[in-house]
């Protein structure tokens, strides 16, 4: 895993003052963008679990041999975020970088939503559970099937 998708590395950074020295001192911003750049941040603490939720949806399926919901999928992700793109900068309230972020966070939840409903898809019309690759949701699940 490398320093980019560290989640724990970022909160450490967001939630104190090292945020501070890192965008000031370290960085260089000027005391306007510090605000932005701490907004951002904490935006981006939730893509490392986003990514790791898309990858294991894409996995099962391409595991099952039905990779048309991760084509779906990329473009579902691709609308949603056009979407939100073009009405966040119609509104014109939000800095570019915050609405980049928030259309690509709820670009990438729908997109998960669609490879989970996908996955689902393809267990049932086999109609038996994948012996190898369990649903994340389901797992530590006590219920038998």
């Known amino acids: ?43 981006g603490v939730l893509f490392p679990a986003l990514t790791v939720f898309v990858h294991w949806y894409q996995g099962i399926l391409m595991n099952r041999h039905r990779t048309r919901g991760v084509t779906e999928a990329t473009g579902i992700l691709m609308g949603v975020v056009s979407i939100v793109l073009f009405f966040g900068v119609a509104w014109g309230q939000v800095s570019g970088l915050i609405l980049w972020l928030v259309a690509i966070g709820i670009g990438a939840t729908v997109q998960i939503f669609w490879l989970m409903y996908c996955c689902h898809r393809t267990r049932t019309s086999a109609n038996a559970p994948d012996p190898v690759l369990p649903d994340p949701l389901e797992m530590g699940s006590t219920t038998g099937e």
């Open 1 to 43: 895993m490398d320093h980019h998708q560290r989640p724990s590395g970022r909160l450490l950074v967001a939630a104190t003052p090292l945020a501070l020295l890192w965008f000031q001192d370290i960085s260089g911003l000027t005391t306007d963008l510090i605000p932005l750049a701490k907004t951002s941040l904490w935006i």
